[in-house]
């Protein structure tokens, strides 16, 4: 490491030193008249406070610069005296700036320190550095929580901070008010972020050792981040790997020790709080519930907060409503359950139109979409509109949707929410005036809200999620012919659906049940969770359209998928960062148990007679689709089983489900002139094969087979009925 020390040296009445490389007769004379630059007609303020920066022209033998001149206010005697025997606030900046660069590690350049001191008192104190033009790292967050609200920049932020931070720890550097006003970010001539920029110095710690995990965790505690983003911010800082238990638990007790600092104010500085209380704060962040930030890459907004702060935010009253909703349907929803497990693949299921996919309506994918979607034989869509979005999308998607309905392709559309839907309930309003009227006559059902028992969903309680429905249902009595579903709730979490639909109002009903059905993300869809696997789930579903009054008797899957191992931040479980716990972990399926689990779960939800439709998640994705987005839209197993699903069995009616051995399912669908048997075992394979006459094998990419085996990917036995 370089250490350097400054000397002291006269200038003019002042006492302090000018850095080398802009010391010269010119800017001495200019510093000895310092009064001069305060009051130079181009000065501009750049901070408020007691000690404050200015921005003004500085004359130098080489031209006229932008400096940022620091002015510390007067001290106590007692201030004083420490400064007098420890150096000043001026010339500890001045300092450490010195030696942060002389280390190359981020800091606007500095050019002198100036003290005037008299019997023993700081009269005036002065600091000089180059002016950085630059946002801060608050000012840089608070863009993105209250405009642009987009995952991918914060994440460009942490992977730019984190690290720079880290390098000057390194350097023995320990910086001592590292709140995220006082780390600058400057952008190079093409845009993009530069090295980060250190500033307000004057608590440093130098130290001639490697700092410990204790004087670490100080600064790391003053970045004021939502909290699963700081835990991303402590594994980058770290090399991305697991904090040290010692830096974890200093930076908790320092941040709590800060945050109580902060609520304290109004207590140490009541008069100074009294006189503030009603202005604005020049900055603040949103408060902790109302974080919501968007990821493009997964198509879902990410997880702000930590475990601690979302339960900070739970509303007990709410819980206990779900609960009571839940009880007092119990009853109802049990008997119809019992009937309905009974009825399982007991009728015959004409499977045209019941399986569909997602499209994701943007310019640079629709036209690839579109030819993919042809090639599967232009199944059912499902598009989403997006009130984070913005009008000229929304005009596209209307644009696509009257496009596809001229085509005679089946469309049904999806209304998603952001945490400003509920802040701002107008303009909600106003997007749905604007979307629905417009797809009315084109689609045949419209799912309003989106997974609203996740709270990274915007959505905190029942009430927020009723007003959010309420104006969707005022729609429906000028447009009839629309068809609302709901409540689109996500996983096998049916507490909420029951407490959604028992809160409707009696004159609100959906058309059919909604919901986001992810089975087992990490497994086959027949692995049970508890009693409850991909059957029983579903089941369960259609006992609840029969249990309510607020439903028809009709289930949609509207999303499932499973995530696709090593596509990291594209994973949707991974996103948007591959932490410790992922680095050395399947984060997915690969593409060929995505293949095989896609048609059972397909077959068991739609043949059970339990789902009356579903929708695949999504056509083009990286981390998820069947096709790979970001590897020239080329299609992946999957897309090949299911373009060979629906040409074995789009126009097929299932008709039952065969008796066979545990973990071997045989089901038997008929189409105008073939019987087929579709075959897969859970587990290992078998050529135990059921007395059939088949005439053709094909495996479940449609290539022929000599020999028939059972096994996890589905095969189908083909035979011809006689003329």
């Not at 909290?227 to 238990?245: A, E, R």
């Not at 049916?494 to 409707?504: E, N, Q, T």
Request: glycine share 4%.
């Amino acid at each position: 490491m370089t250490h350097l020390t400054s000397d002291c040296i006269s200038i003019g009445s002042y006492q302090g030193n000018i850095a080398p490389k802009f010391d010269n007769d010119i800017l001495r004379a200019q510093l000895v008249q310092i009064a001069d630059l305060l009051s130079n007609p181009e000065a501009v303020r750049l901070s408020k406070g007691v000690d404050y920066v200015i921005k003004v022209p500085l004359q130098t033998a080489t031209g006229e610069i932008m400096v940022a001149l620091k002015v510390f206010k007067r001290q106590s005697w007692l201030k004083d005296r420490f400064d007098r025997k420890h150096k000043s606030k001026a010339e500890r900046s001045y300092n450490a700036a010195r030696y942060l660069e002389a280390n190359q590690i981020g800091t606007p350049s500095p050019i002198a320190w100036l003290d005037r001191w008299e019997n023993n008192r700081l009269l005036e104190s002065y600091f000089l550095s180059l002016f950085q033009p630059a946002v801060c790292f608050r000012d840089a967050l608070t863009e993105i929580y209250t405009d642009s609200r987009d995952n991918e920049k914060l994440m460009e932020l942490l992977l730019l901070v984190a690290p720079a931070i880290r390098q000057m720890h390194d350097a023995n550097f320990m910086h001592g008010d590292l709140g995220n006003q006082n780390i600058l970010l400057p952008k190079n001539t093409d845009g993009s972020w530069a090295q980060p920029q250190f500033i307000d110095l004057n608590r440093c710690t130098i130290a001639t050792r490697p700092l410990t995990d204790k004087e670490c965790a100080f600064d790391l505690s003053r970045p004021i981040l939502p909290g699963n983003y700081l835990s991303f911010f402590k594994y980058i800082y770290c090399k991305d790997q697991m904090p040290s238990k010692t830096l974890d638990k200093y930076e908790n007790t320092y941040r709590e020790r800060f945050a109580f600092h902060r609520k304290s104010r109004k207590l140490r500085h009541p008069i100074r709080f009294l006189k503030n209380r009603h202005k604005k704060p020049a900055h603040s962040y949103p408060d902790s519930k109302d974080y919501w930030l968007w990821d493009e890459k997964t198509a879902q907004p990410m997880i702000a907060l930590s475990r601690k702060e979302k339960n900070q935010h739970r509303f007990i009253i709410n819980s206990l409503k779900i609960v009571g909703k839940t009880i007092t349907a119990l009853p109802s929803i049990i008997g119809h359950y019992s009937a309905v497990k009974k009825q399982s693949f007991k009728q015959k299921v004409v499977l045209k139109s019941r399986i569909g996919v997602a499209l994701h309506p943007h310019e640079n994918y629709i036209g690839n979409e579109l030819k993919l979607l042809g090639e599967l034989g232009n199944p059912p869509v499902l598009i989403r509109f997006c009130h984070h979005e913005n009008e000229v999308i929304w005009d596209q998607t209307i644009a696509l949707i009257h496009k596809l309905y001229g085509q005679g392709i089946e469309v049904m559309v999806a209304l998603l929410q952001d945490r400003q839907a509920v802040l701002q309930p107008e303009q909600w309003n106003a997007f749905l005036k604007k979307i629905i009227p417009a797809i009315a006559n084109y689609t045949n059902h419209i799912e309003i809200t989106h997974a609203f028992n996740r709270i990274k969903w915007g959505v905190w309680n029942l009430q927020e999620w009723q007003q959010l429905v309420a104006p969707a249902f005022a729609l429906q009595k000028e447009y009839p012919q629309i068809k609302l579903t709901g409540p689109a709730c996500i996983d096998f979490e049916y507490m909420p659906v029951i407490a959604a639909l028992k809160s409707l109002p009696p004159e609100q009903k959906f058309s059919a049940l909604s919901h986001l059905l992810y089975v087992d993300r990490r497994g086959a869809p027949e692995n049970p969770q508890g009693p409850f696997a991909t059957l029983e789930k579903c089941a369960l579903l259609k006992a609840l359209t029969l249990a309510t009054p607020h439903c028809d008797d009709k289930v949609i899957i509207s999303e499932v998928n499973w995530p696709i191992e090593n596509t990291d931040i594209w994973s949707p479980i991974v996103c948007p960062y591959v932490t410790p716990k992922w680095q050395h972990k399947p984060s997915g399926e690969s593409e060929n148990d995505y293949a095989n689990y896609m048609l059972r779960y397909i077959v068991i939800a739609i043949c059970s007679g339990h789902v009356d439709q579903l929708f695949w998640w999504r056509l083009s994705a990286k981390g998820y689709g069947l096709v790979d987005d970001q590897n020239q839209f080329k299609p992946r197993l999957a897309y090949t089983a299911l373009q060979y699903f629906f040409v074995r069995l789009g126009d097929a009616t299932f008709i039952k489900k065969w008796p066979s051995a545990k973990n071997t399912y045989v089901m038997e669908f008929h189409n105008a002139t073939q019987q087929i048997l579709m075959l897969w075992r859970t587990k290992g394979e078998s050529t135990d094969l059921p007395k059939f006459d088949a005439q053709k094998i094909y495996d479940r990419d449609g290539n022929p087979l000599k020999a028939a085996v059972i096994s996890e990917a589905p095969i189908y036995l083909v035979r011809t009925f006689p003329t």
